[in-house]
């Protein structure tokens, strides 16, 4: 009996004991795991907001702070005047859709398969994007606005926030999908864009966040369906904020000097194409036109002005990264061209770039260096401190952002695949090369058609020098370019 009660009053003593090493160890993990989450929020806390403003068809050239003469961007220009301005940022495919999934995969339109403005939305739902990467990394994230890889406003993979419409949208009273409900607010789309991006922003964040907004505007009216086409009676249809209506009214639209001039030299555009009018003064872009594009710029320069105010009223503004671009350019009259970008010209491949982050980037900071839109995805990757995938084909910016003196890239592929959209470019898909002087088009359906520039003295490229014996060196060296670049990138020379 007593033996048994020894046991017992043992084993009673060897579980105290036990529960007193439980809970020491319990009390002492507890500072360990509040450090811990210290060191999480001090991560976190340490990575960079993001906002990421993407607008639709905006040549480089139209804003204040790239030299327009009445265009009022304050904003936009403050963001390279408290940051950077990169002065040759070129897409590597000039066209919508193929540029927009080239921003989020980080890689060209050969690699990530979105090569034309048909109707991708089954495989742009399967894209490995940068804000998925974010997201799977820590980041909340939302996206608001056009999303146009296909007609389908479903949100895609890797958005805590899911703000779209189906294809272009509409400026008034859109269709909106909000994180998979249907609303319609009232108002001008681009206002309603930027509350949501503001609204966002303004939320309590646990984590380091991503807006990515991407603007409907400056892109006209016009419903495309889906096999890309759209009514081109609409093309010309631009519809800015009813305050905007009548901005820039009275001002002269600059033209360069290629404004309205026959493509001569250019045997792809001299094409006679079914009832087609040879390209020309007479199909160049009207100047109503040009200003009706402008004013819907304005509500973008508004838009920007109140997401620097709401950052700076959270305490966000210096923390946060912001990216301004465009997905590609356009043409107005240039060659006779209107309605159109797609071309390897440089109204149409040249795209605004400006970045404003005072904890890497000096203010006033201006990069000659050749910027595309891949480099965007691994260099937004990299300086949120997540990995940067191995088939990201673009470059991190980083150092060149930080100032650095870095070895750089000497020349980029440009590249487009043929549709049947629109006749007036019918069979011209090419492969390009562009460097510091020379450009090189390659035209793969078109047979003797193709094209070389001397862009230190034809800036305007108006004198097409694949012919001229003084240029063979140059023809072959790009020719020879152009190879390297295909084997780099692992696209099909056809």
Not at 36 to 57: E, M
Not at 206 to 220: D, E, G, N, R
Request: proline residues 6%; positive net charge.
């Amino acid at each position: 009996m007593l033996k048994r009660e020894a046991v017992r009053n043992q084993v009673i003593r060897d579980c105290v004991t036990w529960l007193r090493i439980i809970t020491i160890s319990v009390l002492l993990a507890l500072p360990a795991a509040g450090a811990g989450r210290r060191n999480q929020v001090a991560a976190n806390i340490s990575r960079p907001n993001i906002v990421f403003i993407l607008i639709d068809d905006l040549r480089w050239d139209e804003i204040g702070v790239a030299g327009h003469p009445f265009i009022k961007t304050p904003s936009i220009d403050r963001l390279a005047r408290e940051g950077v301005i990169f002065r040759n940022a070129f897409m590597t495919t000039p066209l919508c859709s193929p540029s927009r999934a080239s921003f989020l995969t980080g890689q060209y339109a050969h690699t990530h398969g979105i090569t034309d403005n048909l109707d991708r939305a089954a495989a742009s739902h399967q894209l490995v994007t940068f804000p998925r990467l974010l997201h799977q990394s820590g980041y909340e994230t939302a996206f608001i606005g056009k999303w146009h890889m296909g007609n389908d406003d479903r949100p895609r993979p890797g958005f805590d926030r899911w703000v779209s419409f189906k294809g272009q949208g509409t400026y008034h009273d859109p269709d909106i999908n909000e994180d998979g409900k249907a609303v319609k607010p009232s108002g001008y789309i681009t206002d309603i864009l930027n509350g949501y991006a503001i609204e966002f922003i303004k939320r309590k964040h646990y984590k380091p966040f991503l807006v990515y907004l991407a603007h409907k505007a400056i892109h006209p009216e016009v419903t495309q369906n889906n096999d890309g086409s759209v009514n081109i009676a609409d093309a010309e249809l631009f519809i800015p904020a009813e305050r905007h209506k009548n901005l820039y009214a009275g001002n002269a639209i600059p033209h360069r000097p290629n404004y309205g001039r026959a493509p001569e030299g250019k045997p792809a555009l001299q094409r006679s194409i079914g009832n087609l009018p040879p390209l020309g003064p007479a199909t160049a872009t009207r100047d109503e036109t040009i200003l009706g594009r402008q004013r819907t710029l304005a509500a973008i320069e508004d838009g920007v002005g109140q997401i620097l105010k709401t950052l700076k009223e959270t305490g966000q503004l210096d923390n946060t990264v912001i990216v301004f671009t465009s997905d590609n350019g356009y043409f107005y009259g240039e060659h006779g061209l209107s309605v159109e970008r797609r071309l390897a010209y440089e109204e149409s491949i040249r795209m605004p770039l400006l970045v404003r982050y005072p904890k890497l980037v000096k203010p006033g900071t201006v990069r000659n260096e050749f910027a595309l839109n891949i480099d965007l995805a691994p260099t937004l990757l990299s300086m949120a401190g997540a990995q940067v995938p191995g088939n990201m084909q673009g470059r991190s910016l980083a150092p060149l952002l930080k100032g650095e003196k870095v070895k750089w890239r000497d020349s980029f592929l440009i590249e487009y695949y043929s549709d049947k959209v629109f006749p007036r470019i019918l069979q011209m898909g090419y492969k390009a090369v562009r460097n510091g002087r020379w450009k090189y088009i390659h035209y793969l359906e078109l047979g003797g058609m193709d094209e070389l520039y001397d862009l230190k003295s034809d800036p305007y490229e108006m004198n097409n020098l694949i012919t001229d014996p003084g240029a063979a060196r140059a023809l072959a060296e790009m020719k020879q370019e152009m190879e390297r670049l295909l084997k780099e990138t692992s696209a099909n020379p056809g």
